[in-house]
């Protein structure tokens, strides 16, 4: 599920079939939501066509492992969740030990 950033208001119309834990991403498109199997084919996908640019940032994953929400309503709190930036070494962490080597 997609949220269009430029929004000053967000409605989930749609229902999401998640259990914990589950991931949200936040790169240029917004924020989208997966489960683990759907979070493995995205990392395959990355490693498919993975950049010659190390600074480049792939997108920002969080780990949602169990109940979350601002202390301060509105306020952004994000980085109170465990996060990554995902570039080209924790693509390689990824490669080389399985998506799970990232919070492990």
Not at 29 to 36: C, E, K, L, T, V
Not at 62 to 84: A, C, Q, T
Not at 92 to 104: D, P
Request: hydrophobic share 35%; glycine share 4%; with cysteine.
């Amino acid at each position: 599920m997609q949220f269009d950033m430029e929004q000053k208001e967000q409605t989930a119309i749609k229902s999401l079939d998640l259990s914990y834990p589950f991931w949200i991403t936040e790169d240029h498109n917004g924020f989208a939501f997966y489960s683990r199997a759907e979070l493995k084919a995205l990392f395959n996908s990355f490693l498919e066509s993975r950049l010659d640019n190390d600074d480049y940032c792939y997108t920002n994953l969080y780990m949602v492992d169990e109940d979350f929400r601002s202390n301060i309503p509105g306020k952004d709190s994000m980085g109170m969740l465990r996060h990554w930036h995902i570039e080209n070494y924790e693509l390689g962490v990824v490669e080389e030990s399985g998506i799970e080597a990232l919070w492990q």
